[in-house]
């Protein structure tokens, strides 16, 4: 399983960014997806996922913010950030947990004017 996240960059605050998660060598379209995050001395978090049938669960600080979607014919997980704040910047991270856990390798998003 081959995890390949993109679409990260630097992003003044108040401004949006979407990032993609190609999936390759997995049952995509059965499998949840998720998105986390982790800021330079925090713990990684879940930021938001999304089921086989298109269930979304989003953390707190990210509700009405964050849209995560997936487009199984292009095994692809998006997520559309906006309104983005410095406590938004982190690393992020695409993660599923089909059959064992993977992970991508990671995409830097900062948040700075």
């Known amino acids: 399983v081959q995890l390949q996240a993109s679409g990260g960059g630097l992003v003044q605050p108040g401004g949006s960014l979407r990032l993609s998660c190609k999936a390759s060598?997995?049952?995509?379209?059965?499998?949840?997806m998720a998105w986390y995050r982790q800021a330079p001395g925090k713990q990684r978090e879940l930021v938001a996922n999304?089921?086989?049938?298109?269930?979304?669960n989003y953390a707190d600080s990210v509700k009405g913010r964050f849209t995560i979607s997936r487009d199984n014919a292009r095994r692809l997980v998006r997520l559309q950030m906006s309104d983005l704040s410095p406590e938004d910047a982190a690393v992020y991270y695409c993660?599923?947990?089909?059959?064992?856990?993977?992970w991508g390798q990671g995409t830097q998003v900062t948040v700075s004017s």
């Open positions: 993660n599923t947990n089909w059959r064992r856990t993977f």
């Open positions: 060598g997995m049952n995509f379209s059965s499998a949840t």
């Open positions: 999304i089921t086989s049938s298109g269930t979304t």
